[in-house]
């Protein structure tokens, strides 16, 4: 069966750091990959997605993924984070040949921005 | 536009009860999932409905977990006789077309058995 793995479950940073969040799936065959973010109180949005192409993928917020289909991995990253990036994100991924619209998440991972 | 829209937000019920819940899609959007999220387990996949196609059900835990989409619209997540581990927050996604497509989700209903 497919799984996500995120490795953190929870990030401290200090405002202007830079984040990377790890995303490691398993799944030999064609994925679409996306990250969602949930902030508090709030709903479950998508910051960005790979279906193909450029493998850096850049969304919502100063954002961006990297897709590497060797290492099976989709780790987010921002250069720089501010305060109001505090929320727990998760990585997805819908294996496109068997699972119709299923999206598969990682556990998620808390990240605190310090002001 | 309005979102997808979920009811109610928050349901308390006493183990052995049956509860419903209740999930409004984005007007247009043809493709609707549940999901599951709770402490222990993350963000868990629970059945998937796409147009007119049987839906996959495949992530339903057990029999007392059954859903229906009426009209190609709303939807129903039903758990019967339900158990304390049942506690968790049932979000409700829908997208365009299914499949690939973006899905967008509810606020979710926190559902506590006591």
């Known amino acids: 069966a497919q799984s996500v793995s995120q490795h953190n479950h929870h990030v401290i940073l200090s405002e202007a750091a830079s984040l990377e969040l790890g995303c490691n799936y398993s799944?030999?065959?064609?994925?679409?990959l996306f990250w969602y973010v949930q902030y508090p109180g709030q709903h479950l949005q998508l910051l960005l997605k790979?279906?193909?192409?450029?493998?850096l993928v850049k969304g919502i917020k100063g954002f961006e993924a990297e897709f590497i289909k060797s290492k099976f991995s989709f780790n987010l990253r921002k250069p720089s984070v501010q305060w109001s990036d505090t929320a727990e994100y998760f990585c997805?991924?819908?294996?496109?040949?068997?699972?119709?619209?299923?999206?598969?998440f990682g556990q998620g991972t808390e990240l605190s921005v310090k002001p | 536009g309005a979102g997808v829209s979920q009811s109610p937000s928050n349901k308390v019920t006493e183990k052995g009860k049956d509860v419903e819940l209740r999930c409004d899609p984005i007007?247009?959007?043809?493709?609707l999932y549940w999901y599951r999220q709770s402490l222990g387990q993350g963000l868990e996949f629970l059945i998937y409905?796409?147009?007119?196609?049987?839906?996959?059900k495949s992530g339903l835990p057990s029999d007392r977990f059954s859903a229906e989409r009426t009209g190609g619209s709303v939807s129903t997540l039903t758990i019967q006789r339900t158990q304390q581990e049942d506690s968790a927050v049932y979000l409700c996604?829908?997208?365009?077309?299914?499949?690939?497509?973006?899905?967008?989700f509810g606020p979710g209903t926190r559902l506590t058995v006591l």
């Open positions: 007007s247009g959007h043809t493709a």
């Open positions: 790979y279906f193909s192409g450029d493998p």
């Open positions: 996604a829908s997208s365009l077309m299914g499949g690939s497509d973006t899905q967008y």
């Open positions: 409905f796409q147009g007119n196609s049987a839906p996959d």
């Open positions: 997805a991924v819908n294996a496109i040949h068997n699972q119709g619209g299923k999206l598969i």
């Open positions: 799944y030999g065959g064609t994925v679409n």
